[in-house]
């Protein structure tokens, strides 16, 4: 920062984005004040200048870019800047205020398009991280540091202890579950201070999974391959509004009352549709009391939180789980999940008006993969795909399953970009298609003689679809050294722009292994 140095403070009521009018006391000469907060990687470097304003040596600073403090997330203690010989006195905030950015992050495949990992990466450059759908069925890995961390209900933004990570009402919660994995990552010496559970997220109650798992076995072999977290039964019973809220904890005498009457319909359908064994109603409720005292600390109104983010011109991310295509709409119904993983579930699942999302992140694997059933166009069945799930770890985060894998399917990607308004992709797990001679990337669809741009709404057309391929020659060599977009081979590179082009959408970072370092941003989608 030039030759300036912190001295004490301004006042503790600035905003994140703030910039500030900074009357400097002598030297005339002095360049410029400063001002604004937020994450480390956009200080460097400070190429700004300074203009003299009014009189008595006020000054106010031109920024070409906006400067950013390290370790002051807003509404704290703001640095000044010694200039020289002239110190800061005081400092006003002129009107003026950050660009507010709200990007939201979906998968553009069938989920485990390695999300976390890029959701990581941008976690430290925004204020907060909201989780806006889906419940402990997603997982995710991210390795930071060297340290490798799972994330399931709890944003991956967490690791960063500045940013504030909301559990939005979109989300199903299993208590116990959250409860496991907020142990889990303090054991690990993780602040979770800046965790915030929406009051109106609906829970995964204890007759949900096993629920999930009987109604599996019973549809036998056209079984969906849930996880059997009970997802689905929770969100129906969400829309069939005897679904019980994280709110509901703060009201015994409430919850007490409307599990009577909820628990007679899941024990009648649980002891003589199933032949299970039925709930009890006060062994639910004690250990659903025992949670609510735990969990009371993060359980808030998320309305003020996120509008007073808004308002102040903040950094927000929302982090989708799962992806386009298990979508309960857009997706392979009813080989789906039960919530929207899309952009406009990240509207609904937090509160945040699409008229202020700003951008859409895709994330894509540079390949295909699946858990689950369901029609899958590209799906490699030989020792091909066998090789790619072995060289990308592809089993699941949450159930350790092996991962169905397929070429680059750019019919399904397209119609991601296109229903999400995905205008930046992240495009991961590049360097597991480093040894192959060539590769196959399907570009469109013939159905019956008929060609598709886009995946069909009838499932068995579209398992029974031919997908139309180009093969494009590979790289044969190792991508994990290379630390920027540039290095990667001429052939990679060809590959990761083809991609582009076919789905309509600038390729706007590349992974090429799972550390932080091994993403290659050209540009940064906030
Ligand atoms: P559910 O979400 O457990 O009901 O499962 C419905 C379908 O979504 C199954 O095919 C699951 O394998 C799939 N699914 C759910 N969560 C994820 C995820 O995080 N990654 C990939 N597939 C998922």
């Not at 005897?242 to 509901?248: A, E, L, N, P, V």
């Not at 509207?347 to 999302?357: A, N």
């Not at 899958?376 to 894998?405: K, M, Q, W």
């Not at 706007?508 to 550390?515: E, L």
Request: with cysteine; aromatic share 8%; hydrophobic share 35%.
């Amino acid at each position: 920062m030039r030759s300036g140095s912190l001295v004490g403070s301004l006042r503790p009521v600035a905003q994140h984005g703030q910039i500030f009018l900074v009357p400097c006391l002598g030297q005339p000469g002095a360049p410029f004040a400063f001002v604004a907060f937020g994450s480390l990687e956009e200080c460097h470097p400070l190429p700004f200048g300074g203009q003299r304003l009014g009189q008595r040596g006020e000054w106010s600073c031109v920024f070409h870019r906006l400067v950013f403090l390290a370790g002051d997330p807003g509404n704290r203690i703001v640095p000044a800047v010694r200039l020289g010989e002239t110190e800061v006195r005081s400092a006003r905030p002129v009107a003026f205020r950050t660009a507010m950015s709200v990007t939201i992050l979906v998968g553009g495949q069938w989920g485990d398009e390695g999300k976390g990992k890029v959701i990581d990466l941008l976690a430290d450059k925004v204020h907060m991280v909201v989780r806006s759908q889906g419940g402990n069925n997603a997982g995710h890995t991210v390795v930071a540091q060297g340290k490798e961390h799972r994330f399931h209900l709890i944003p991956s933004g967490i690791l960063n202890p500045d940013t504030v990570c909301v559990i939005g009402h979109g989300v199903v919660v299993d208590p116990n579950a959250f409860l496991q994995e907020l142990d889990r990552h303090q054991a690990e010496g993780i602040d979770t201070r800046n965790l915030v559970l929406s009051e109106r997220a609906h829970m995964v109650m204890p007759y949900h999974p096993v629920l999930d798992k009987l109604g599996e076995e019973m549809r036998g072999d056209d079984r969906l391959g849930t996880t059997w977290r009970g997802i689905g039964p929770a969100y129906e019973d969400k829309v069939r509004r005897i679904g019980f809220r994280i709110g509901d904890l703060q009201k015994p005498a409430f919850l007490e009352k409307k599990l009577r009457f909820v628990l007679r319909l899941k024990n009648e359908t649980l002891t003589r549709l199933y032949g299970a064994d039925p709930f009890d109603e006060h062994a639910i409720l004690d250990e659903y009391l025992g949670y609510a005292e735990r969990m009371d600390p993060y359980i808030r109104d998320i309305y003020p939180i996120i509008q007073d983010a808004l308002q102040n011109g903040r950094r927000i991310l929302l982090e989708g789980a799962q992806g386009v295509m298990l979508d309960l709409d857009l997706g392979t119904y009813p080989y789906v999940t039960s919530s929207s993983p899309t952009a406009g579930g990240a509207c609904t699942g937090s509160g945040i008006p699409p008229s202020r999302v700003t951008k859409t992140v895709g994330v894509f694997e540079a390949y295909t993969t699946r858990v689950g059933y369901g029609p899958f166009p590209t799906e490699l069945t030989d020792a091909l795909g066998d090789s790619i799930r072995e060289i990308g770890s592809e089993y699941g985060t949450t159930t350790g399953r092996p991962r169905r894998v397929g070429w680059f399917d750019a019919a399904v990607a397209r119609y991601a970009v296109a229903t999400n308004g995905i205008d930046s992709i992240a495009l991961t797990k590049v360097d597991v298609l480093d040894s192959l001679d060539t590769i196959k990337i399907c570009t469109d669809y013939v159905s019956k003689g008929e060609a598709w741009d886009h995946p069909m709404a009838n499932i068995s057309h579209l398992k029974h679809t031919d997908a139309v391929y180009e093969e494009v020659p590979g790289w044969k060599t190792a991508t994990r050294s290379c630390r920027s977009y540039e290095e990667l081979p001429d052939a990679c590179r060809a590959y990761v722009a083809r991609i582009g082009e076919l789905c309509g959408a600038a390729v706007d970072m590349v992974s090429v292994g799972p550390d932080r370092e091994h993403t290659l941003v050209r540009r940064l989608p906030l």
